[in-house]
C-alpha cells in the first residue's frame, strides 16, 4: 500500500521524460510546428492539384514551420483555372503564398471581424517581393453570411468563404475558398530570386573551384531549378576544391553529377535552423528512391557536416537571401555512396540500404563498424566520452532533471 504514490510518482516522472524527449525530437525534425499541411490537405482528393502546388513550390515547409497560420485552399477546378495562365514557378509561388495568412481565422472568427471587415498579411506580404500593401488580404463579413476575400491590390473581393476543412484552434486554419485570390503585382512576371547568377556569385566570393565544376554540369541545373522552392548550398573552398580534383577525375559522370548534387539541399536553411537540426538531411543527391544524405552536428556557434566518410565545417556565409543560402565549407563532402570510408573489409560492389549496415554495426566488434555504421550512435558514444558538444548537454539536461524530480519525491 505505501508504494503506490510512489509508482504513480515514478510514472509521472517516466511520462514527463517521454514528453520532453519527443518534444525535443519535433523540434529536431520540424524545427517547430507540429501540424502537417501536406497530409491535411492529403485527406480530400479536391486539393490535390493546390497540395502539390504547395509543396513544389516549398512553401509547405513555411506552412508547417509557422504556429499561426491560415491557409486559404483552392479546388482542383479552382486551381485549373490559375494554372491556365500558365505562370512560371516563381510567379505561381507568389500567388499561392497570396493564399497563405500570418494570422488564425477559424470560420467562426471570420464573422466577428471588428467593423466586418480586415486586412490581413499574406505570406506573400512577408517575402518582401509585395509592393506597398498589395501582399495583403482584404477579409471582409458581407450581410448574409457570405464572407469575401479579395487582394489587397485587386479591384474587390473575387472569390468567398465555401467551408471549413481543418481546424487546430489558434495554430492551424484551412478554409476552402471558391476562386484563386487574384492580384495583379503577385502574377506579375517574374524570373524569381534566382536573379543572382549562382556561379558568377560563387566565384567572386571565393568558391571559384567549386563554380569552375559546376558551370559544365548538369547539377547547376538541379541547383537553379530549386532556387524558387528553396536551395542551401554548401561549397568547398578553393584549397579544399584543389586537393580533391585527382579523386574528382576518377568519377564517372553521374557520379560527379551526384557528388556536385550532394552539395545542396533542396530547402532554405539558414544557420540558426541548420544549428538546431542535429540529425540526418537529404541532399539533392539520389539514386533511385535513395536519397543520399548527411548529419548535421552543432558544437556551440559551429556546425559541421558529417558524412560518415569525412565530417566539414562551415566556415563563412557567402550569401544569405531567403530562399537561397550558399555556405562555405572546409572539406568536399564525400557520400559514403561514392567513397569508402577508410579501409573497409567489406565487399567492393554493395550497395546496400543503409538499414542492413546499420544491423551489421550495431552487432559490435565488425571490423568495419567504425567507419561504415549509423554515425548518430558513433557520434553520440564520442559525445558521451567527450561531454562537450550540444547533444550530450541536452542528454546531461534530462539527467539532471531526473535526478532533481527524483531528489524531490524522496524529500
Ligand atoms: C508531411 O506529410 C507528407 C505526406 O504524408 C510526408 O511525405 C512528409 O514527409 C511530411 N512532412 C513532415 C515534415 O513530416
Ligand atoms: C471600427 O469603426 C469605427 C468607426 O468607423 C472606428 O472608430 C474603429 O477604429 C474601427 N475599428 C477597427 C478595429 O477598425
Ligand atoms: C475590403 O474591401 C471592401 C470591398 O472592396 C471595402 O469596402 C473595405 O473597405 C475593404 N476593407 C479594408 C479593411 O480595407
Ligand atoms: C550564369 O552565368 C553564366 C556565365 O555568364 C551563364 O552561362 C549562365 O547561363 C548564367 N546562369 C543563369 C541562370 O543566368
Ligand atoms: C584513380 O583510379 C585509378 C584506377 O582505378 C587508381 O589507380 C588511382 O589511384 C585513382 N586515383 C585517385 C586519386 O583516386
Ligand atoms: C572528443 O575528444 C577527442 C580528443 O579531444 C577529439 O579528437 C574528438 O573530436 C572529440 N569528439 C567529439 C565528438 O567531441
Known amino acids: 500500500m505505501e508504494k503506490s504514490p510512489l509508482v504513480t510518482a515514478s510514472t509521472l516522472v517516466v511520462c514527463l521524460i517521454l514528453s520532453l524527449l519527443s518534444s525535443i525530437s519535433n523540434a529536431a525534425t520540424h524545427g517547430g510546428g507540429t501540424h502537417n499541411i501536406t497530409s491535411i490537405l492529403a485527406k480530400n482528393p479536391d ?28 479546388d482542383n477546378a479552382g486551381m485549373s483555372d490559375l494554372l491556365s495562365k500558365h505562370f512560371n514557378i516563381y510567379t505561381l509561388k507568389n500567388v499561392l503564398s497570396l493564399h497563405i495568412l500570418a494570422d488564425y481565422f477559424g470560420a467562426k472568427k471570420l464573422h466577428q471581424i471588428s467593423n466586418r471587415t480586415t486586412l490581413v498579411s499574406s505570406l506573400f506580404q512577408a ?47 484551412v478554409l476552402q475558398i471558391s476562386h484563386p485570390l487574384s492580384s495583379p503585382d503577385a502574377e506579375a512576371p517574374t524570373s524569381g ?36 522552392g528553396g536551395l542551401t548550398v554548401f561549397c568547398p573552398t578553393d584549397d579544399a576544391v584543389t586537393s580533391f580534383l585527382p579523386k574528382y577525375k576518377n568519377l564517372t559522370e553521374p557520379q560527379k553529377e551526384s557528388l556536385l548534387l550532394y552539395h545542396g539541399v533542396p530547402e532554405y536553411e539558414t544557420l540558426q535552423m541548420l544549428r538546431s537540426h542535429n540529425g540526418l538531411m537529404n541532399t539533392l543527391a539520389t539514386e533511385g528512391a535513395n536519397k543520399f544524405d548527411f548529419n548535421v552536428k552543432s558544437k556551440g556557434e559551429d556546425v559541421m557536416l558529417s558524412t560518415k566518410v569525412v565530417t566539414s565545417t562551415i566556415v563563412g556565409t557567402l550569401i544569405d537571401q531567403d530562399p537561397v543560402v550558399v555556405y562555405k565549407i572546409d572539406k568536399v563532402l564525400l557520400p ?27 552487432s559490435a566488434n565488425s571490423p568495419d563498424s ?24 541536452g542528454f546531461r539536461f534530462i539527467t539532471l532533471l531526473v535526478t532533481l524530480v527524483m531528489a524531490f519525491l524522496v524529500l
Do not use: W
Open 47 to 74: 486539393f490535390s492539384t493546390f497540395n502539390h502546388y504547395l509543396s513544389a513550390t516549398h512553401l509547405a515547409d513555411e506552412v508547417n514551420r509557422r504556429r499561426t497560420i491560415t491557409v486559404l485552399a483552392v
Open 127 to 173: 517575402t518582401g517581393a509585395a509592393a506597398g500593401t498589395s501582399g495583403y488580404v482584404n477579409i471582409t463579413d458581407i450581410r448574409g453570411g457570405k464572407v469575401g476575400f479579395g487582394a489587397e491590390d485587386n479591384d474587390g473581393l473575387n472569390s468567398y468563404y465555401v467551408k471549413s476543412v481543418f481546424e487546430i484552434p489558434y495554430v492551424i486554419s
Open 193 to 228: 530570386p534566382g536573379l543572382v547568377n549562382l556561379t558568377i556569385f560563387m566565384a567572386k566570393q571565393g568558391c571559384q573551384g567549386f563554380a569552375d565544376l559546376l558551370r559544365p554540369s548538369k547539377a547547376l541545373e538541379v541547383f537553379e531549378h530549386n532556387v524558387a
Open 336 to 362: 559514403h555512396e561514392l567513397f569508402k570510408a577508410a579501409p573497409v573489409l567489406a565487399p567492393a560492389e554493395s550497395p546496400e540500404p543503409a538499414k542492413k549496415k546499420k544491423k551489421a554495426a550495431s
Open 370 to 393: 567504425a567507419d561504415s555504421p549509423d554515425s548518430v550512435s558513433d557520434d553520440q558514444k564520442a559525445a558521451d566520452d567527450n561531454g562537450s558538444n550540444g547533444l550530450n548537454n
